[in-house]
């Protein structure tokens, strides 16, 4: 964390106006039956958001409704199922791949999760946002969704890799 704040008070960040509203913070996760952890927390993220085909993004925070934690274990896997199945169907045709951060703890507004929907075209994303809106996840289980930030990307950089090579 004190690193990538140093990184953010350099240029050309300092030049950048500060939207409270828009600070995002949170950590890749895993949802527990994933074979390849280092794929799934370090490998998918970083190709997505590096990938020069995927032009456009748009980044939102939600919080889940706290009735969701009470539902039974079963219900919340069919509730997940649905929502999950229907961004595969975007992520399976190229349309639009997503980055899923948890950020529970993690910010001012105590959201649950920080998404990312990043794409060639910018039409998809939002079209994955209004199809997500009928699932029961979206519809009964969450209290806020948003604000979103949505770009065109301006740059790309791949970093390191998790084992500190080149990216």
């Known amino acids: 964390m004190t690193d990538f704040r140093s990184l953010l008070n350099n240029p050309p960040f300092t030049k950048l106006t500060r939207k409270d509203e828009f600070e995002m913070f949170g950590r890749t996760y895993s949802i527990?039956?994933?074979?390849?952890l280092e794929h799934v927390l370090f490998t998918r993220p970083i190709s997505r958001i590096t990938d020069p085909n995927l032009h456009w993004a748009v980044w939102y925070p939600l919080r889940r409704a706290k009735a969701f934690a009470a539902l039974e274990a079963g219900h919340q896997?069919?509730?997940l199922a649905e929502h999950g199945s229907l961004g595969h169907r975007f992520g399976s045709a190229g349309l639009a791949h997503d980055i899923r951060l948890a950020c529970h703890g993690l910010d001012k507004y105590d959201n649950d999760f920080v998404v990312g929907l990043v794409g060639a075209e910018l039409h998809p994303l939002s079209a994955v946002v209004q199809a997500m809106r009928g699932t029961e996840q979206t519809s009964q289980y969450l209290d806020s969704l948003g604000p979103f930030f949505v770009g065109r990307v301006a740059w790309q950089g791949r970093g390191t890799n998790p084992d500190g090579s080149p990216g």
């Open 77 to 79: 896997r069919q509730i």
């Open 32 to 36: 527990g039956y994933e074979s390849d």
